[in-house]
């Protein structure tokens, strides 16, 4: 008869499903909310736990899985743009581990197994625990060495921005699938992070994260005087998104690695372009500036 301890089938299983929600928001390329993949990782934990406790067997039927799937899915991802997305690639991840768990039990492994469609050890605690950390360093540094954009590679650049003689450096990102252009001049926008962009702006007029997250009220706060012409709402789509606006900012120039690219708009986003921060701008193709 095999034996199961809660306490090394709750933190397994808490330790599985934190690492999937984590490795499927890396593959969607959204900001890793570990506060929140956390919490979905305790809520598959405890539903482990639960479909072994005595008159909750019902836990087991298909629809109490996909129930319980999509609340921990919800926890972790809720308000994300590419929640679908994200959910998709998890439980893809999920399917994939899987069957390679039932692989290694058919090839007589005896240090992980999959029953009643959770996992479950024989090992002790301790040898749990360190197993979990090896898999969460090999697993970052996997996905750090896939998702890293290099300047060699000509996907990071150096971008100056600058308006009325005062200017911002950073560092933007050569994103192909950035299509946003300026609907009156067809030109392409630049994707920038409010936070980011501050420094192009007077202490009167420079937008605050309410103004961000409230374009529309922001431009009738800040668009008066010589202003005016300066400021505007970008309209965009995105996944999750089916009609949003930005505050945007027309800039007086933009260089690329030196090279001078002209006007440009800025669109601020109110939230991080990056998860890692690694850069604080967006802009499509250089040759489209041209």
Request: contains cysteine; charged residues 20%; hydrophobic residues 50%.
């Amino acid at each position: 008869m095999t034996v199961i301890y809660v306490d090394t089938l709750f933190l397994l299983n808490a330790l599985v499903d934190y690492l999937l929600l984590l490795a499927a928001a890396r593959l969607a390329g959204e900001p890793l909310r570990r506060l929140r993949f956390a919490l979905g990782a305790v809520l598959g934990g405890l539903y482990a736990v639960a479909l072994f406790l005595p008159g909750l067997g019902f836990l087991a039927h298909p629809l109490c899985r996909a129930a319980a799937a999509l609340l921990m899915m919800v926890v972790s991802y809720g308000g994300s743009r590419r929640l679908l997305r994200q959910g998709l690639l998890f439980v893809a991840l999920t399917c994939a581990f899987g069957g390679g768990v039932v692989a290694i039990g058919l090839m007589g492994g005896r240090g992980l197994s999959l029953g009643n469609g959770v996992f479950y050890s024989a090992l002790d605690l301790k040898m749990v625990l360190l197993s979990a950390a090896g898999c969460y360093l090999i697993l970052t540094l996997v996905f750090r060495r896939i998702g890293r954009h290099t300047a060699a590679g000509g996907e990071l650049a150096r971008a100056r921005l600058t308006l009325e003689g005062r200017e911002v450096v950073l560092t933007a990102l050569v994103d192909t699938g950035n299509t946003l252009t300026d609907p009156v001049s067809g030109r392409p926008a630049m994707v920038v992070e409010g936070e980011a962009a501050a420094g192009l702006f007077p202490l009167d007029h420079r937008p605050g994260r309410t103004d961000l997250d409230d374009p529309a009220g922001a431009l009738e706060r800040l668009g008066t005087g010589e202003w005016r012409r300066r400021l505007r709402l970008l309209p965009y789509r995105a996944v999750g998104v089916e009609r949003g606006l930005l505050l945007a900012v027309w800039t007086d120039s933009l260089e690329l690695n030196g090279r001078d690219c002209g006007p440009v708009l800025a669109a601020l986003s109110p939230t991080p372009v990056s998860d890692g921060g690694g850069y604080r701008a967006l802009i499509g193709p250089m040759e489209e500036l041209e």
